[in-house]
């Protein structure tokens, strides 16, 4: 299971930090990755970080902004935003796909669990 949560609203500028709780599948052995979508639009996955080497992936416009990191002792990921614009605004959500096929292949084809999203809003 993956509980993702910190959504909220924030002004154009602002940071904010989402929480994904894992459970139930060996968390040092998966990647797990952070997807997003805004109304209208298609799903898109912007962070993945593999637990098995420590690599990750990143979306092109996420870049220098979010990261992505993970506490395996404690079983969760984060994902940080800073500098968040009108269009990070979407629902988003945490993923996890077995860390053998990496981070961008995972992201690519699919991930294998998903959680319930989180909302964030950025107001202008």
């Known amino acids: 299971q993956l509980q993702a949560s910190g959504g909220g609203l924030v002004q154009a500028g602002g940071s904010l930090r989402l929480s994904c709780a894992a459970s139930?599948?060996?968390?040092?052995?998966?990647?797990i990755g952070w997807f997003r979508q805004a109304p209208g639009k298609e799903r898109e996955g912007i962070l993945c970080i593999n637990n098995i080497n420590g690599r990750t992936w990143s979306k092109e416009s996420v870049k220098g902004r979010f990261t992505i990191s993970t506490d395996n002792a404690q079983k969760t990921a984060y994902l940080q935003m800073n500098n968040l614009q009108p269009e990070d605004a979407a629902v988003y959500y945490c993923t996890a796909d077995p860390g053998q096929r990496g981070c961008s292949v995972s992201v690519y084809y699919g991930m294998q669990s998903w959680g319930k999203g989180t909302q964030v809003t950025v107001s202008s």
């Open positions: 139930g599948f060996p968390f040092d052995d998966y990647a």
